[in-house]
């Protein structure tokens, strides 16, 4: 069963704006990820944050958590032409990681 | 040094062929992935090993088969291929599983059209 559901499926801004992308998940977590997928490559981690944390800050992504509503969200700040690609969350349990189908971010020069 | 790759990048196969993708990573992770991304670019989980071991299997027609010799190879065989089966195949290995905190790496992907 699907874990992670990203929202929306696509965005797009202009450079220099934030974009916020949100993941809602099912069932009780220990932790959740954020990937990005460049287009025709694989994935590659982002950021990950805990159950017991409410937010987590790397360089201009800000992520938080609300454990109650089962949902994250991704913020990326003064976003960058180069920030355009699928942003997926990943949750699951030890060998079981499971993505959504992730939002597509264009960021126009 | 790639840290997983996976072979072939891209596969042209005629329905109901037999063919695999062979998948080696040398990070000395103890688990192993096969995913499917579909042309929606849903990402969904088809198996994960665990120092050789079958973990996860979800709910894959029986024509997939994976197969690890060791932990760091995981290959995927697909039998009598179907034009539904044409997606990209990523490849991905943690150390122990990525629900325990362990960042997945991904390989590149295999391209896999059938005809």
């Known amino acids: 069963s699907q874990q992670g559901e990203e929202d929306p499926q696509a965005l797009s801004i202009q450079e220099g704006e934030n974009a916020t992308m949100n993941c809602s998940y099912k069932?009780?977590?220990?932790?959740l990820q954020w990937y990005r997928q460049n287009s025709g490559r694989g994935l590659v981690h982002l950021i990950l944050i805990r159950s017991n944390e409410r937010e987590k800050h790397s360089g201009r992504l800000r992520v938080t958590l609300d454990t109650s509503k089962k949902s994250s969200s991704l913020l990326i700040t003064a976003s960058r032409a180069a920030d355009t690609a699928s942003y997926f969350c990943a949750t699951g349990s030890n060998n079981d990681m499971r993505f959504g189908a992730g939002t597509r971010l264009t960021v126009k020069p | 040094d790639t840290a997983v790759s996976q072979t072939p990048k891209y596969l042209v196969t005629q329905m109901g062929n037999d063919k695999s993708i062979k998948c080696e990573q040398n990070?000395?992770?103890?688990?192993m992935y096969w995913y499917k991304q579909d042309s929606k670019k849903f990402l969904k989980i088809m198996f994960s090993?665990?120092?050789?071991?079958?973990?996860i299997n979800e709910t894959v027609p029986n024509r997939f088969s994976p197969k690890s010799p060791d932990k760091a190879h995981l290959n995927l065989h697909i039998n009598s291929l179907e034009l539904g089966d044409s997606a990209v195949y990523f490849c991905a290995s943690s150390q122990r599983g990525g629900g325990s905190g362990n960042t997945i790496y991904f390989g590149e992907g295999s391209w896999l059209t059938v005809v």
């Open positions: 990070l000395g992770h103890d688990t």
């Open positions: 069932t009780s977590i220990n932790n």
């Open positions: 090993y665990n120092n050789k071991e079958l973990i």
